[in-house]
């Protein structure tokens, strides 16, 4: 149970000076900004201490002197100082703010940009929440370290700093008491900053864990119902809600105790500035003001220290979510373009494979010795159990990956040597669950190429055979697909991608067909674009339908990374092993679809 | 449940969060009393400051005579210490009560409601959405807490301290106290309506930073399909714009900010100094003390400044408000009854079903199910077989009473279906479905699911062989103790379904409901699934949605559904004679296989000549 909850929370017990630098460095571009806002704050905070300093003065050169003339003259500062303040205030909101909002912007766009050219094993590893994470919750983090974190200490400190200035112009003796009690009280809030910290980490994970607990019964509330299985998952949830309560209890009454606390604390130092004041002022040596002004500062001394405590308490989590950040911009695209990679080279050729390797683990090996020549205009089917091997070939194909031994050739020349784009740009790919960006379904499509007018958009929808189901449909080409394309059914999704790989006129084609099944009029169309699509250009299909397979020139049956039989579908056929076997189960499975409606339940 | 939250409903959303305290409300009001004497502590400080000014400082008397002026000294000292304790203390003791009544508050909540949920009747499910229930399960549950925790707290902090040192201003001088808070209505009038302002620009800003987190995650979702086409610069572009549009956002509400806290500076500061001003003219004129000057200077300040935050609370206060009419609507649903029924059986029931006359519908004058009449004898297999719609699934979905007929009889094992109390009922079934719903947690834990007692782990094994799925649990990663889900293994739909299996074994009904496989699982798989499933069946009154004729064949009944009512009912053996809907299913079956044949023939055919050329 702990161990999960701390997981994402391992961070460097001390703190790491050089990633506090680069923190720092966040800011370089932006130095006016800084000086501006710690300037302003720092003028605020000086001025704080001095009205009370004003206010003294008023007490004892206005009020107790009885002098009229002097009170108005000090508080004519006074009133434009408030003004003054004012100013400031505006200023170092503004500045820090603004600040801290540019600061996160940058880094969103820098960690953006920076994982569009890592490569796709990054992906792979890693999985897309913790990304987000980064890319969302560290950089507000750091930012806010950068710039409110840095704001709120040096008010802290300044506040401390005139407060004790003005103490020690107005008796030093006294000021020497309340400066030893500083220390104490910036030492116990920090302690206990540091653990309301943590208390309030870990309910936060108890909380996300109950929403986890609240979506996983409702979305499953049949399964729960149908086993009788309420009182059990009810126990099961009040356990997780006893602990969140326990913990944000917990957090709760410490952050109820911890400013009373440093109250407390500071009272003992109004007492001794009465016991001792009381004495002095016998001797003139301290005036009544002089008393109220200390008075003033303790009481408000307390703030400065919450904030001091804050902050510090937070540096520690800040630097780990910079070095979780850092480690994202620092990790390296592991496929990169070459020196002098040649970017314009014709795609449309022969294709070969090598003795390709491949593994996406050191100990797994994937493909081994692979070979295969490929002509121009040839279209492949590759078929074969999952995990034998076809999606790493085509992954190879697309250069999302490169082998790890021996070499691919396009048109005569080894693909490393050519830039990715160069290879990428010409290939259309359609993929098994088909990915599509919210926004209408016409940008959907004109991603395959973007300078593409809408009467393009339209023919490569014709050609898909995506035309006429997207002109049935209330906006039809200005339809919202929703987030990740979910308002619109698989069929559709692949029509839609089949449209857009059709816009970008590719060389090569590569398809993985979809295993779940589509209705019947949307698989025909799907079938008819995929012939347009195929025409001319070289191929490769990760093949599930029968209609695609008979249409290939050649069959690759894969496993275990090895082309274990390969041939036209008759020669196959005839061959009654491994691709026999698959194709009868094939058969009858969609020879039962297409019959009876009555068996798709 | 000790507590029913559903007894608290109100149309008047304010008593009903006060009757939502039940059981708090004591310790709710000792919070807030605690609040009070910690502001009378603090109005204490600046009087005992009064005092201290007038009677001893500046008191001659008291001045000339040393061992005096020390006792005095010391007894003051000691008071300040002791009121900062009592308002420290009082504080505490203040924020722990109201923590510990709106923490109370959101566990019992949390607890109900979930529990509530998990009650509703399947209908309920049917047209409820599940994000929207997750959400107000969670995030307006915490929005309720909050208004216990801070708001309605915070409210009652800044009237007591309005009121308790207005009172004591006004003692020390009538028009003096007036003059203070001259400003305060103007300043909660700014805040209030600068908070509306600010929470709409909030809103707008956290909209943008959903839209901004939407672009990141379909871009790294569709890291293949960027790639593919090569359209980083134009995921770039497209990352900017929105990245751009929300500092842009976050600026506006900066602007905001910064302009609002200043100009209420301007505001409270020249309210203060007016007062600071006037107070010293009457001190100088002789009508207050400079005791009182000081008490004064002393109150004012949280008199004024924390009416600043009173429009941010306001207005904190109103989500509050509509959080517990979202919580509240979940609540005031109706629960399924699970336990009354007339028929208490100790032990498991045989069953014999039979179905009379039954109908049902969803919605009133939409029947799903007409006059359906059939008797199915104890241990015999039901198929029942139709097209989409027909309903096959409504039928199935009466007999664990998910739903409930609308007319006609169901009984088991003589009685009627109705008078079996649910939970007993459903204890009774199993349910496999095609693509059954698997919990994110160990393999181990879902095949146990339900059982409703200790399981052994060879009984676990043993059903994990007997449902065919031994073998693959064994090649996962961390055998039975592999979690299901994001950060686990996935396993495909014919796995799936055979875990349910094994959990169907494991809870050993007596009577099963199935759902045919039809997914596209390879011809081993398929009959390794069909044998699992001829296990469980043994012995058991068992309906089964078939798909095809195969796996009804041996059926000792078989209902062919359309349109709601019965089409065909009877034996393969009888059916097949007759002419009807599942002759002609035999007759495609049978003409599926002679069209394999003639296709491997042609293949064959035009191989050999391929080759003779």
């Not at chain 1, 740009?425 to 809408?454: C, M």
Request: net charge neutral; hydrophobic share 45%.
């Amino acid at each position: 149970m702990m161990d999960e909850i701390i997981e994402e929370e391992e961070y460097t017990s001390q703190i790491n000076s050089r990633t506090l630098l680069r923190i720092l460095e966040l800011t370089k571009p932006y130095r006016l900004w800084v000086a501006g806002f710690l300037l302003t704050i720092m003028l605020v905070s000086g001025l704080d201490s001095f009205f009370t300093y004003l206010s003294k003065r008023i007490i004892d050169e206005g009020i107790v002197a009885k002098d009229p003339n002097t009170l108005f003259r000090i508080s004519l500062i006074y009133g434009s100082l408030i003004i003054l303040q004012a100013l400031f205030v505006f200023g170092f909101i503004y500045l820090a703010g603004v600040l801290g909002e540019r600061i996160r912007y940058d880094l969103r766009k820098r960690m953006f940009n920076h994982l569009q050219d890592l490569s796709l094993s990054y992906f792979n590893q890693t999985p897309v929440g913790w990304i987000m994470s980064r890319v969302t919750s560290d950089s507000e983090r750091v930012s806010e370290l950068v710039t409110w974190g840095l704001l709120d200490s040096t008010w802290g400190l300044m506040n401390i700093l005139t407060a004790s200035t003005f103490m020690i112009l107005i008796n030093w003796r006294l000021a020497l008491i309340v400066m030893a009690i500083i220390p104490i009280l910036i030492f116990v809030a920090i302690q206990f900053r540091k653990k309301i910290l943590v208390e309030f980490r870990l309910s936060r994970k108890f909380n996300s864990k109950i929403t986890a607990a609240f979506n996983e019964n409702i979305t499953g509330v049949r399964v729960v119902k149908a086993l009788s299985h309420e009182e059990e998952s009810m126990n099961e949830f009040a356990k997780l809600t006893s602990q969140m309560y326990s913990s944000s209890y917990r957090a709760a009454w410490l952050s109820a105790l911890f400013l009373p606390a440093v109250q407390m604390i500071s009272a003992l130092a109004i007492g001794s500035i009465v016991l001792y004041g009381g004495l002095q002022a016998r001797y003139g040596m301290i005036t009544i003001g002089g008393i109220q002004a200390f008075v003033a500062y303790i009481t408000f001394m307390m703030w400065p220290i919450q904030d001091l405590a804050r902050v510090y308490a937070e540096l520690q989590h800040a630097i780990a979510s910079a070095e979780r950040m850092f480690s994202l911009l620092d990790t390296n695209p592991e496929v990169l373009d070459r020196p002098d990679s040649i970017s314009d080279w014709k795609i449309r050729g022969d294709i070969e494979f090598n003795n390709v390797n491949f593994a996406y683990e050191d100990d797994v090996p994937v493909l081994s010795e692979f070979t295969l020549k490929v002509s121009a205009g040839e279209m492949i089917a590759l078929v074969g159990p999952t995990g034998g091997g076809k999606s790493t070939i085509v992954n190879l194909m697309c250069r999302f990956f490169e082998p790890r031994s021996g070499v691919i050739t396009i048109n005569g020349i080894d693909y490393t040597k050519l830039t990715q784009e160069a290879i990428q740009s010409r290939i259309g790919v359609v993929l098994q669950t088909p990915h599509l960006f919210s926004g209408t379904i016409k940008d959907n499509i004109r991603y395959g190429r973007l300078e593409a007018s809408n009467d393009d958009v339209e023919q490569a929808s014709v050609l898909a055979g995506a035309h006429e189901f997207i002109s049935s449909l209330e906006n039809g080409y200005d339809e919202q697909v929703g987030e990740s394309g979910n308002m619109l059914s698989t069929g559709q999704k692949q029509l839609i991608s089949l449209a857009r790989a059709v816009l970008s006129q590719p060389d090569i084609f590569i398809m993985d067909e979809a295993t779940s099944s589509v209705d019947t009029l949307t698989e025909s169309r799907i079938q008819k674009g995929m012939e347009n699509l195929m025409k001319g250009r070289t191929s490769f299909v990760i093949a599930h339908r029968l209609s695609t397979i008979r249409k290939a020139n050649r069959i690759l049956y894969i496993e275990g990374g090895k082309i274990v039989e390969t041939g036209t579908h008759s020669e196959l056929l005839n061959k009654r092993n491994k691709y026999y076997r698959l194709y009868t189960q094939q058969f009858r499975h969609e020879l039962e679809l297409e019959y009876g409606p009555i068996y798709t339940g | 449940m000790e507590f029913d939250v559903k007894s608290t409903i109100s149309k008047n959303r304010l008593l009903g969060l006060w009757r939502l305290l039940s059981g708090y409300k004591s310790i709710y009001s000792a919070a807030v009393i605690s609040l009070g004497i910690a502001a009378l502590s603090k109005t204490g400080t600046y009087m005992l400051l009064r005092y201290f000014t007038d009677q001893v400082l500046l008191d001659p008397s008291t001045r000339s005579q040393n061992s005096n002026l020390i006792n005095q000294l010391f007894i003051i000292a000691l008071g300040f210490v002791a009121l900062a304790i009592m308002e420290g203390g009082f504080t505490y003791t203040s924020g722990r009560l109201a923590a510990r009544t709106a923490e109370g508050i959101a566990l019992r909540l949390r607890n109900y409601v979930f529990d509530h949920i998990q009650r509703l009747t399947f209908s309920y499910h049917d047209k409820t959405q599940t994000g929207e229930l997750i959400q107000r399960s969670t995030s307006d549950i915490d929005a309720l807490r909050r208004f216990y925790a801070d708001q309605a707290i915070g409210v009652g902090r800044i009237g007591l301290l309005f009121i308790i040192n207005l009172i004591a201003l006004l003692n020390l001088n009538t028009r003096l106290g007036l003059i203070s808070i001259l400003v305060v209505p103007f300043i909660i009038l700014t805040s209030i309506s600068f908070f509306r302002k600010v929470t709409k620009a909030y809103e707008a800003y956290q909209e943008q930073d959903a839209v901004v987190s939407t672009t990141l995650q379909e871009n790294l979702t569709g890291v293949r399909v960027v790639k593919a086409f090569a359209r980083q610069e134009y995921e770039r572009e497209k990352f900017e714009k929105d990245n751009w549009e929300k500092f842009l956002r976050g600026r506006r509400l900066l602007m905001m900010h910064s302009t609002f806290w200043p100009l209420s500076d301007i505001l409270c500061g020249a309210q203060m100094l007016g007062g600071f001003i006037f107070a010293a003219m009457m001190v100088i004129n002789q009508t207050i003390s400079v005791g009182t000057y000081l008490a004064y200077a002393g109150l004012v300040v949280w008199l004024i400044w924390p009416m600043r935050n009173l429009g941010r609370l306001i207005v904190q206060t109103s989500t509050g408000l509509v959080s517990y009419d979202r919580v509240m609507e979940i609540v005031k649903e109706e629960r399924e009854d699970l336990i009354t029924g007339n028929s208490i059986l100790s032990g498991p029931v045989r069953g014999e079903f039979i179905f009379d006359k039954v109908c049902f519908e969803y919605e009133r004058g939409v029947p799903v199910l007409e006059n359906i009449t059939f008797h199915c004898p104890s241990g015999a297999v039901v198929a029942i077989m139709g097209l989409t719609g027909s309903g096959k699934s409504s039928l199935i979905n009466l007999i664990p009473r998910f739903y409930e007929y609308t007319s006609g009889k169901i009984f088991l094992d003589g009685i009627e279906l109705k008078n079996y109390p649910r939970a007993f009922l459903r204890r009774q079934i199993g349910i496999v479905e095609q693509e059954p719903f698997l919990f994110s947690r160990s393999l181990r834990e879902n095949i146990i699911y339900g059982a409703g007692r200790q399981v052994t782990e060879e009984e676990i094994i043993s059903a994990a062989k007997a449902a065919a799925i031994h073998e693959t649990i064994l090649n996962l990663p961390n055998n039975y103790q592999a979690r299901i889900g994001e950060k686990g293994v996935t396993l495909s739909g014919g796995q799936k379904q055979r875990i349910a299996i094994a959990r169907a074994l494991i809870k050993d009904p007596r009577i099963l409901i199935l759902d045919d496989a039809t997914s596209s699982v390879d011809t081993q798989t398929e009959s390794d699934i069909q044998a699992a499933l001829n296990i469980l069946m043994q012995g058991r009154t068992s309906f089964v949605i078939a798909h095809r004729v195969q796996s009804v064949m041996n059926a000792d009944l078989i209902i062919v559904l359309d349109k709601g009512r019965i089409e065909q009912i009877g034996k393969h053996n009888d059916l097949i004679q007759q002419p009807g809907v599942y002759r002609s299913i035999y007759d495609i079956q049978t003409l599926i296989e002679i069209e394999l044949e003639k296709e491997i023939a042609s293949a064959e055919l035009m191989h050999k000549s391929i080759e003779t050329e």
